[in-house]
């Protein structure tokens, strides 16, 4: 059972444009999503987070855009710059319950590249 | 301040082996979780542990695993007599309280041959 998905496995972007990756949960108990990254050989990296009570995080380059309704959240890195080449995980948390920081629900993963 | 220290980073073990994999925390941390993550598939939970205490073990096989966090040394994970299924990487985050940012380690390889 994928609570969290994310269904693009990849996403291909030039550099100095925008990357918008997504992310969808089936679980309306989620109240606090994560963004993270990661390179090759190595764990993830918290990147921005977003809490149920909002619908837009800004940090830098990155925003999170969050829609209850549609259970759907996106990722957007403007500009888009070749080292942010990884692989991005939206991940959830029902905080609520006063499930810990550290027990999270994953999605899939999406390898972005961004070309020079 | 070093970050979540996980070793070995690759361990290959054949079938029937066992597996021990170890994670000594951030300083300060004393909550602790592990994660697997298979091919091609995001991590999902495993366990979530508090000094000696095992918080949360929904995540975890029902046979061959176990984990520990003792009040000495690092944490580790358990894996009796492998099987092919269980090659996967195995990360760890630490976090220094429950409701507070967890950080990854950089994971421990684990191939069955």
């Known amino acids: 059972d994928q609570q969290v998905k994310q269904n693009s496995p990849s996403l291909s972007v030039q550099e100095g444009r925008i990357s918008i990756l997504n992310c969808d949960y089936t679980?309306?108990?989620?109240?606090?999503f994560l963004w993270y990254k990661k390179y090759p050989a190595e764990g993830p990296t918290f990147l921005i987070s977003?809490?149920?009570?909002?619908d837009k995080n800004e940090d830098g380059r990155f925003t999170v855009f969050l829609n209850k309704s549609a259970k759907h959240l996106s990722l957007h890195i403007v500009p888009s710059q070749p080292g942010d080449s990884a692989v991005y995980f939206c991940?959830?948390?029902?905080?609520?319950?006063?499930?810990?920081?550290?027990?999270?629900?994953f999605g899939q993963g999406t390898i972005l590249t961004v070309h020079p | 301040n070093a970050g979540v220290m996980q070793n070995p980073r690759h361990l290959v073990r054949r079938r029937g082996q066992e597996a021990r994999l170890r994670c000594s925390p951030m300083?300060?941390?004393?909550?602790v979780y592990w994660y697997r993550q298979l091919p091609e598939e995001g991590l999902k939970f495993m366990v979530y542990?508090?000094?000696?205490?095992?918080?949360?073990e929904s995540g975890m096989p029902k046979e061959r695993f176990s984990a520990e966090f003792p009040k000495e040394g690092p944490s580790i994970l358990r894996i009796q007599q492998v099987v092919r299924g269980d090659s996967a990487a195995y990360f760890c985050?630490?976090?220094?309280?429950?409701?507070?940012?967890?950080?990854f380690g950089q994971g421990t390889r684990l191939t069955v041959v």
């Open positions: 300083k300060g941390h004393s909550h």
């Open positions: 991940a959830a948390i029902i905080h609520a319950g006063g499930t810990s920081y550290g027990k999270l629900t």
């Open positions: 977003i809490s149920s009570i909002k």
């Open positions: 542990l508090q000094k000696e205490n095992i918080i949360d």
């Open positions: 679980n309306s108990m989620f109240d606090y």
């Open positions: 985050a630490s976090s220094r309280q429950k409701n507070t940012e967890a950080f």
